[in-house]
């Protein structure tokens, strides 16, 4: 654990635990060393698994962050896929399900 600024705790390679007005919030967060890789589009591996780690950095944005950091998580999470070449396309019409 790496005790953060204002009032915060990182802990388990992703996550901030924000002590705010006596409450506890999360967010996400990630190391100085934090790539930005995932597995790449283009790797030979199957479509299951590509969609599968769209989905999973989808589940802990929404059921793990604060509702107030979802707007900043999403934005970082789209340019870390487009970096990794997934499509624009393809990246939305997963959020979008999901979402819903």
Do not use: A
């Not at 600024?5 to 990630?30: G, M, P, V």
């Amino acid at each position: 654990m790496k005790i953060g600024t204002e009032k915060s705790l990182n802990f388990l390679l992703d996550t901030s635990i924000i002590i705010e007005n006596k409450r506890i919030i999360f967010d996400t967060y990630h190391k100085s060393t934090f790539s930005d890789r995932f597995l790449n589009f283009h790797s030979n591996h199957p479509f299951c698994q590509k969609r599968g780690i769209i989905i999973s950095m989808m589940h802990k944005i929404v059921r793990l962050s604060h509702p107030r950091f979802h707007q900043k998580n999403l934005i970082d999470v789209i340019q870390i896929f487009l970096n990794n070449d997934y499509p624009l396309s393809l990246i939305f019409s997963i959020i979008n399900n999901r979402i819903k």
